[in-house]
Nanobody, 119 residues
Framework: QVQLVESGGGLVQAGGSLRLSCAASGSIFRINAMGWHRQAPGKQRELVAV???????YYTDSVKGRFTISRDNAKNTVYLQMNSLKPEDTGVYYC?????????????WGQGTQVTVSS
């Protein structure tokens, strides 16, 4: 069984910074992409950033230039550095890892960590 454990959320004022971490543990063969999604109250979950096993990255437009995703493959850990935070960044942030098992890939999700940005 594979678990993803997130940490680093909290309350911060607008303009501040937070760093989220997500560590995968358990029986892991290989992880392809890892990413962060978020869900604001009353809204659907949305993709924030993704990083491939080779280091390629994608960001949703609203966070480009402010957020940086990175990963440590040796530790099966993905990070999200969030700078210049805005109230609209508030939400529950979920980590996702695409786990390779044999010929298939399965997505695993973390439990979520709350990020609240006050104005």
């Amino acid at each position: 069984q594979v678990q993803l454990v997130e940490s680093g959320g909290g309350l911060v004022q607008a303009g501040g910074s937070l760093r989220l971490s997500c560590a995968a543990s358990g029986s892991i063969f290989r992880i392809n992409a890892m990413g962060w999604h978020r869900q604001a109250p009353g809204k659907q979950r949305e993709l924030v950033a993704v990083i491939t096993s080779g280091g390629g990255t994608y960001y949703t437009d609203s966070v480009k230039g402010r957020f940086t995703i990175s990963r440590d493959n040796a530790k099966n850990t993905v990070y999200l550095q969030m700078n210049s935070l805005k109230p609209e960044d508030t939400g529950v942030y979920y980590c996702r890892a695409d786990l390779v098992s044999g010929l298939s890939t399965q997505a695993r999700w973390g439990q979520g960590t709350q990020v609240t940005v006050s104005s």
